[in-house]
């Protein structure tokens, strides 16, 4: 079918939204049932959803139009539609992970940290997105689910974890949604699908449960550009007591500091990793015009390569195990319903010792080092999100390309989860395909506020940005 573009509520931004309701436009109401038109109109070509909250969200939505008709919205993004990725818990739905090995019994009475500052803020819950089983890989498909479907091209993936997620921003159905990133689970989908998003610092955003990937594993932000992705960090990016990891309070709102632009800002361009990945010439090209645009603006840009080699081995047995531990305690019965690439990785994991976990820390702690020194020289790094644009659905790899697992095709996204640092993905155009390409902004550990101060310099220049999805054949 075609989807008509993105006009009217559902094109609209978070902060656009806000404005309506203060100015009485319209309210939280008509833009709950345009979003939940949306979302059910795209679900059959895109499976972005899980589930679908209609009755909970038009309820939510009527308790913020009657706030704010009395003019006391109860918080920063009271009445805006948000949706979930379905890893993190959502109170009165069940959390069902991707997998048939969670039972959707019980009363799934708690939210996630992350929910509970939306639901505290007046969000409007819409629903539940898709994820890989556990989240484990950078595509969206799973044996509950089945396979979510790229905006731009239904034949080609949208990317993952947080697929879903992605394809609702991208399509309009709600414009904040939040993801997870354990090895670039925001970045990749949001790359392939032409919106933005951001793995913050760890523990800016707090978690709990806390993930079986332990301290590699982010909440974050998926939004239609940086300053939205702002004011949710506003909204989710504050202290929990349910996260002993979690940092403290922010030193000052990132919403206030989005206007700073990148005048005098320090920026190393590294578009191969000192060519340790072949990047695909169109993704090349769209990558580098965004960077001469950062230089336009005033930054110091130097094409320069942090000294690194890839994390992958490392990387892989840190994941690995936490992926064995999840499982740990399944039945046979359970293995066997499990993604095949799951189970392969969850046996991986289970054979490693102790030593050679310990190994892993030692290649993560080295490169937070080497990391810390590079920004002593340099405010951001930037490298393109991801060497290739959206491959094949259902695939975890893109045919013939040699690789085995998921990471061989995301080396620019899981060394910053190693290192813990604000990462962010930017949409800059797209490639002979049509299909969206993204520039990733990297910048020292609790910089998350040079991330989105830049990203929201290139969304102001008018470089950060792609047709609209809504324009696309789904």
């Known amino acids: 079918m075609q989807l008509t573009d993105l006009t009217g509520l559902t094109g609209l931004t978070a902060r656009q939204l806000l404005d309506g309701y203060r100015t009485g436009g319209f309210g939280p109401v008509e833009a709950t049932r345009a979003v939940l038109e949306r979302a059910a109109r795209i679900q059959p070509e895109v499976n972005a959803f899980v589930r679908l909250t209609e009755e909970d969200a038009l309820a939510q939505a009527a308790e913020s139009a009657e706030r704010w008709r009395r003019g006391e919205p109860k918080g920063l993004v009271d009445g805006v539609p948000v949706t979930v990725k379905d890893i993190l818990l959502m109170r009165g739905h069940p959390t069902l992970r991707g997998s048939r090995t969670v039972s959707a019994d019980g009363s799934w009475d708690e939210d996630a940290p992350s929910v509970a500052r939306l639901r505290e803020h007046g969000a409007v819950f819409i629903g539940k997105t898709t994820t890989p089983e556990y989240g484990w890989k950078g595509v969206t498909d799973s044996p509950l689910s089945g396979i979510t479907r790229n905006p731009y091209d239904p034949s080609r993936t ?92 922010a030193p000052g709102p990132f919403t206030a500091g989005l206007s700073g632009g990148v005048r005098g800002l320090r920026v190393a361009f590294s578009p191969t990793l000192g060519g340790q990945v072949a990047v695909r010439p169109g993704v090349a090209a769209a990558v580098r ?47 066997a319903s499990l993604d095949p690439g799951l189970r392969e990785i969850c046996g991986q994991g289970a054979g ?32 393109p999100t991801l060497p290739l644009t959206a491959f094949e659905a259902g695939a975890e790899v893109p045919r013939n390309s040699g690789f085995r697992r998921w990471t061989g095709w995301t080396p620019f996204t899981y060394p910053f989860n190693l290192t813990q640092q604000p990462a962010a993905t930017v ?42 999805a809504g324009n696309a054949v789904v």
């Open 352 to 383: 490693l010792s102790a030593l050679e976990y310990l190994a892993a820390v030692d290649v993560r702690m080295d490169l937070g080092r080497r990391m810390g020194l590079f920004h002593e020289r340099y405010d951001l790094l930037v490298t």
């Open 427 to 468: 949409p800059v155009g797209l490639d002979e395909d049509g299909l969206p390409v993204g520039l990733q902004l990297v910048a020292a550990r609790h910089r998350d506020d040079l991330v989105l101060r830049a990203a929201h310099a290139l969304y102001e220049a008018g470089a950060a940005s792609v047709p609209p």
């Open 158 to 249: 949208a990317g993952g974890s947080s697929g879903g997620s992605a394809a609702a921003v991208a399509l309009g159905a709600g414009p904040l949604s939040l993801g997870t990133d354990g090895g670039g689970s925001v970045r990749i989908p949001a790359a392939f699908c032409g919106v933005f998003a951001l793995k913050p610092t760890y523990g800016r955003v707090p978690l709990y449960p806390a993930s079986a990937f332990g301290t590699l594993s982010h909440v974050g932000p998926m939004t239609r550009d940086a300053a939205d992705a702002a004011l949710l960090l506003d909204v989710i990016g504050t202290p929990d007591a349910r996260d002993w990891s979690a940092l403290g309070p």
């Open 289 to 335: 015009r965004a960077v001469t645009r950062l230089a336009g603006l005033g930054a110091y840009v130097e094409e320069t390569d942090p000294d690194f080699s890839d994390p992958v081995e490392a990387f892989h047995a840190l994941w690995f195990a936490g992926a064995a531990r999840v499982t740990q305690r399944f039945s046979p019965e359970q293995r």
